[in-house]
């Protein structure tokens, strides 16, 4: 499979993504400009973390008019997979590729440290290789993350079981002292309703190594790798 | 046409950085005061053929960037110079 990174001006975990998904995993990785259109085949494309375009305004709000966004959203239109992460996961939102918004961490503080997140739902390309209540462990590195929807959000969210992970404690409670920024309901990732779009503000590229401290993060990375190498399968 | 625009957060939406702004004047000793919501403020300038024709570039841009309308709602004041 071919993995997309994009660099937008103020990215800082794209050479991170693209060096846990070459030499951790042995992934075929190209980085993509953000001033550049969407070309050549992908199977799935990274929106990494960092500042883009200096976070000014709103977290992800001037990223969202990259000219590769318009190439990403039809790439995600056509069923293509869009993985989202912290910064991204904020460009995602603002794009509207994703439900609710990214805003400042409830006690105003940047946070970061290894959070334990539970898996929801196991049915998408991104936790396909992971079982529901299973627990990753994982690094948090933001000042915006709390997640936020209006209550006619959240329930068309569990309807469709859109959240697909949660911050929890060591023993898989979605307590308040697990919830690193405020987020609603401890959500840290979730899926559009095609189920092929997935953001997240954990960063699963920094835990793809035991030296790093976990290796979690690769088990997102593998289950899209899988979920694509099936897909491809079926089309033969 | 000169424009000046009001970004707040909806109701609903937490603000801690209003609390945090709150707490201050508390410990000032301002205990009167209550519900502080901080929110942007944006001054641009505007050409257009009349009145009407700029707000409804004004609305779009605010729709469009200024203002993420799952969290945020906008106001406006316009001054022809």
């Not at chain 1, 105003?108 to 334990?116: G, T």
């Not at chain 1, 779009?197 to 976990?214: I, Q, R, W």
């Not at chain 2, 970004?7 to 209550?34: C, F, M, N």
């Amino acid at each position: 499979m071919r993995w997309g990174v994009i660099t937008f001006p103020g990215s800082c975990d794209d050479h991170d993504v693209f060096d846990s998904l070459k030499s951790e995993l042995g992934q075929k990785v190209k980085m993509l400009w953000h001033k550049d259109g969407l070309v050549g085949n992908f199977d799935c494309i990274v929106l990494p973390g960092g500042f883009s375009y200096g976070d000014y305004l709103r977290c992800g709000a001037m990223a969202r008019f990259s000219p590769i966004l318009r190439g990403v959203v039809e790439f995600a239109r056509s069923g293509g997979l869009v993985l989202g992460i912290c910064n991204g996961f904020q460009i995602l939102c603002e794009a509207g590729l994703l439900p609710g918004a990214l805003v400042r961490n409830a006690d105003l503080q940047f946070v970061c440290r290894a959070v334990h997140l539970r898996v929801e739902e196991s049915d998408t390309p991104f936790t396909s290789g992971l079982k529901r209540g299973q627990i990753l462990k994982m690094p948090v590195k933001h000042g915006e993350g709390c997640y936020y929807a209006d209550a006619a959000t959240l329930e068309q969210l569990r309807r469709n079981r859109q959240i697909l992970l949660r911050y929890v404690d060591g023993k898989g409670k979605p307590t308040a002292p697990a919830n690193p920024n405020g987020s609603v309901e401890n959500i840290a990732g979730l899926c559009n309703e095609g189920r092929n779009v997935f953001g997240l503000m954990p960063h699963p590229e920094d835990a793809c190594s035991k030296l790093l401290g976990s290796e979690d993060g690769a088990k997102i990375f593998t289950s899209i790798a899988a979920a694509c190498a099936q897909k491809a399968d079926a089309h033969v | 046409m000169r424009v000046k625009i009001y970004v707040s957060l909806k109701r609903g939406v937490l603000d801690p950085q209003g609390k945090a702004i709150e707490r201050s004047l508390h410990t000032l000793g301002y205990e009167e005061v209550r519900e502080v919501r901080a929110g942007k403020y944006i001054e641009l300038e505007l050409d257009a053929t009349s009145r009407d024709a700029a707000e409804l570039r004004i609305r779009e841009i605010c729709d469009k960037l200024l203002a993420n309308p799952v969290i945020e709602d906008f106001r406006y004041e316009m001054d022809a110079e």
